[in-house]
């Protein structure tokens, strides 16, 4: 009974969601628009959990949708209040062209990504058993997260040259391609997915508005979109075949072996459709039922974590592992300690195999501030978020064009995990906030 609420009461928000957005005056904007992103990822993944037909040993209960519904709520609550009450000036409508005219040089920062990724890859097969399309447990060092933050700002120069020669009708350059290979070249070493993802979302994102706000803002001609778009096509292909490779191989060489897995690690069954699917179709059936599984399971990880989590709390530090790993022990606030909490509650279900999935944003910040905290933070993420989007629509430029995209492409991965938590995500932000500081100084220096 409880489960046909959930999904009466799920169907009838997508409706509601459907009938808002359908009636928003400029569709397109919402190709920049962070509340979207968020609406969007969770309803796909709510309704895979809830109607796909995989039966998962622990459900979502009404409690922890609830709570999702409120969070949720509460950020977009916090956007909403910033977007219409913070940076209220004016916005010029003179438009100051050289902020898309005068192209920022990126070629000597890729040739210093291009020098890091080497440096990265030479650094991870030397020091570990490296199988393409199996491999995932590395040993990384400071030496090769060093080198990870450098390669990190190819995916700036690549979104950037993307949307310079979108805006300006140019011809995208070769380093620019050349970046976005750069960028998912580690990820793709250690036979990962979350790179991918990023960069196929932002350059998603960054691609049709800037062709949007060329044509529509700044009234010039996106000739050379048709040319981008084939590309784009090719390079979907390509990664797609890597996709299904790492599908058909990551959890060994058995027909069966990914689904065994699955069925294992979150004590669930698939129906026979999905089973008929994975059998038929080879490595693309796989790959379906990867992306089903994936974008499926963490709410029963979710509902798990919200029902027995109890402390430890790191006050930010589980997210931002990457500072507290630099931290003493005695500071109490190394993630492993949530990590280990995270396994005994596993295990105490009889589902040890759900400790290594993702449990949501919201789940991790549940690890650093608790239940009432973590609604507490949505809210202030929503205001700083709502906040950075009027700062970015303000005298608007290419960098905060990106910086927009790359917030709408965190909220799209907040339905898997904290997007602070991932690498691939944060550093290339780090790279991005140092351009914006840059042009802020420049654009003051000018008056």
Known sequence: MEQIILKIVTLTLIVFG???????????????????????????????????????????????????????????????????????????????????????????????????????????????NITLGVTRDINFSWISTSFLIGSSSSLIIWLYELAYANINDKKLSWYGIMSFIIFNLPVIVISGRDALVISLVATFIVFFYSRYYAKTILKKSCNNSKKLIKYGCIAIGIVMFYLIFLSSNRYGNEIDSALRMFEWSAKCTFPDYLKAIYYHLGGLGQFIINGIYYYSSQFSKFSLIFEEYSGPYLGGFYQLHYLSRLMPDSWGVNYQLVTEQVGIITSNAGIPGLKVFWETAIGYSIYDFGKWGTMLISFGGGLLVGAIYKWCENKKSILKMLFQAYICTAMFLTVELSPLFDYFYIFPLAWLIVFLIKEIFNERRRK
């Open 18 to 128: 459907i009938i808002y957005f359908s009636k928003y005056k400029n569709k397109q904007k919402l190709l920049i628009n962070n509340c979207f992103w968020l609406i969007l990822s969770w309803s796909i993944c709510i309704v895979l959990f809830l109607f796909s037909g995989i039966q998962y040993s622990i459900k979502l209960k009404i409690e922890s949708f609830v709570y999702i519904l409120i969070v949720l709520f509460l950020f977009c609550l916090g956007d909403y209040i910033s977007k219409k009450y913070f940076f209220v000036e004016k916005k010029s409508k003179k438009i100051k062209n050289d902020f898309w005219i005068n192209k920022i040089n990126m070629l000597p920062l890729f040739i210093f990504s291009c020098i890091c990724v080497i440096c990265y890859i030479i650094y991870i097969f030397l020091n570990n």
